[in-house]
């Protein structure tokens, strides 16, 4: 079983930066892909970014060039970056794991952008 821990959410002002943290413990089998997803009140669960092991990213178009993920294999740890912060990026942001066809989801932590 994996734990996945976030840790860096917190408040901004429009512009400004945050650096998202997501740490994983437990069994931890080969996890391929790590991620981050963001839930705003109201709206469903939406796809930030992901990355593979060997670093292949993808990002949402409404993050694209504002916000980079980065990964540290040996230590299953994923990060996002997010820079030009926006008041419409103010959510609930989730680390993910993907191993297999099994995937594990962080508690969220929440980012709130203020004009």
């Known amino acids: 079983q994996v734990q996945l821990e976030e840790s860096g959410g917190g408040s901004a002002q429009a512009g400004g930066s945050l650096r998202l943290s997501c740490a994983s413990s437990?069994?931890?089998?080969?996890?391929?892909?790590m991620g981050w997803y963001r839930q705003a009140q109201g709206k469903e669960r939406e796809l930030v970014a992901t990355?593979?092991?060997?670093?292949?990213?993808n990002y949402a178009d409404s993050v694209k060039g504002r916000f980079t993920i980065s990964r540290d294999v040996a230590k299953n740890t994923v990060w996002l970056q997010m820079n030009s912060l926006k008041p419409e990026d103010t959510a609930i942001y989730y680390c993910?794991?993907?191993?297999?066809?099994?995937?594990?989801w962080g508690q969220g932590t929440q980012v709130t952008v203020s004009s």
């Open positions: 993910n794991a993907k191993w297999g066809l099994l995937d594990a």
């Open positions: 437990g069994t931890i089998f080969t996890i391929n892909a």
């Open positions: 990355i593979t092991r060997g670093g292949s990213t």
